[in-house]
């Protein structure tokens, strides 16, 4: 089992940035993978970013290439999303996630945080 915990949401300004954390605890392996997806209201879950925990592998969705950047913090278990220029578009319930191999796919992913809210304001 492995444990996820998002914080760092909020309501701010388009243009302005936030970034988002996201704390694993548990049964964790030394290789796998992190992922953040997104939902809006009335909407599909969506990819964002994964990065691959041992080979610094990492994917972006095109909506936010440029804009986001996905890293982690081995030594505290912990995967950051640094959200800049943020659009009113962004605005969603961010989740993190843990797969066992690198996939941009929700499906593919075991575990799930609760997810923390991202409102930007135009």
């Known amino acids: 089992q492995v444990q996820l915990v998002e914080s760092g949401g909020g309501l701010v300004q388009a243009g302005d940035s936030l970034r988002l954390s996201c704390a694993a605890s548990?049964?964790?392996?030394?290789?796998?993978?992190m992922g953040w997806f997104r939902q809006a209201p009335g909407k599909e879950r969506e990819f964002v970013a994964a990065k691959d925990w041992g080979g610094g592998r990492t994917a972006y969705a095109d909506s936010v290439k440029g804009r986001f950047t996905i890293s982690r913090d081995n030594a505290k278990n912990t995967v950051y999303l640094q959200m800049n220029s943020l659009k009113p578009e962004d605005t969603a319930v961010y989740f993190c996630?843990?797969?066992?191999?690198?996939?941009?796919?929700?499906?593919?992913?075991?575990?799930w945080g609760q997810g923390t809210q991202v409102t930007v304001a135009s």
């Open positions: 996630a843990h797969a066992p191999f690198f996939s941009i796919r929700a499906s593919n992913y075991q575990y």
């Open positions: 548990g049964r964790t392996s030394s290789s796998y993978v």
